[in-house]
């Protein structure tokens, strides 16, 4: 049997409780989304006529990285969370070697808002599958909740789970200076992420362009509700122009 070295970044092994307290709490008070003024109004009509249009939000999602080894047939690895008998994903992952060696691997897991069910604990479940009858085999259970060490088993070992992050992804159209355009994610004047990406044209053209914008868990307020914010830089004052804002849900 061949072996590998688990290098899961599973976005952090959190519990639903912890979800539901910090990042549930985040997207609840989102979901009534901060006025907006008269001024940011008009500003985000001529953003969607000149610079940005066909803007789409996808739902939210909870990232979760997980790593270590693992030492499993062919280095394939199986992982699968869920919320009592619900799975809220599940898929394979590759390490490094095959067993009887050990190797590492780095494995994501994105998981829906839409899929979670009430405060009811997260738990990551990985093991292999049976070469012979495709039984589950050497299945170590991990909650998400839990800060205790990891113990390793006979294929896997030195797990570690990094913390939480919320993914927002956002697509659309731009036609901005070599399709170039900026980004922030706000909490009221706090900036908790920010960044640029390049759509597939550049200004006068529209092109088109999709975004996935990662912000670590504990740097959201669960008190705060978030907006982005699309805009441009002048190429000669370098200030800030065609801003666009959108609330967060």
């Not at 969607?48 to 990285?65: G, V």
Request: glycine content about 8%; overall charge positive; proline content about 4%.
């Amino acid at each position: 049997m061949n072996k590998k070295t688990i290098t899961v970044f599973a976005a952090s092994i959190l519990t639903c409780s912890v979800f539901a307290g910090v990042l549930g709490t985040t997207w609840a008070n989102q979901a009534t989304p901060p006025a907006t003024t008269q001024q940011e109004t008009k500003a985000n009509e001529a953003a969607k006529q000149n610079m940005f249009r066909n803007i789409k939000l996808a739902e939210p999602a909870l990232l979760y990285t997980v790593k270590g080894e693992a030492s499993v047939f062919e280095g394939t690895y199986q992982y699968a969370v869920k919320q009592g008998k619900h799975v809220l994903a599940k898929g394979y992952g590759t390490a490094s070697k095959g067993g009887p060696e050990w190797g590492t691997f780095a494995q994501t897991i994105k998981i829906a808002r839409s899929e979670l069910i009430g405060n009811e604990p997260l738990m990551l479940e990985m093991f292999e599958i049976n070469q012979e009858n495709g039984a589950i085999i050497n299945k170590l259970s991990i909650p998400l909740d839990s800060s205790d060490t990891v113990k390793n088993t006979k294929v896997f070992r030195n797990l570690k789970l990094a913390a939480p992050s919320v993914v927002y992804t956002v697509s659309g159209e731009a036609s901005v200076f070599e399709g170039t355009y900026q980004y922030a994610v706000k909490q009221g004047e706090q900036v908790v992420a920010k960044g640029f990406g390049t759509a597939s044209k550049g200004g006068p053209e529209w092109g088109e362009f999709s975004k996935e914008i990662v912000i670590p868990l504990s740097n959201l307020s669960k008190n705060k509700p978030s907006t982005l914010e699309l805009f441009e830089i002048d190429q000669e004052s370098g200030a800030m122009k065609n801003k666009m804002v959108l609330p967060l849900k």
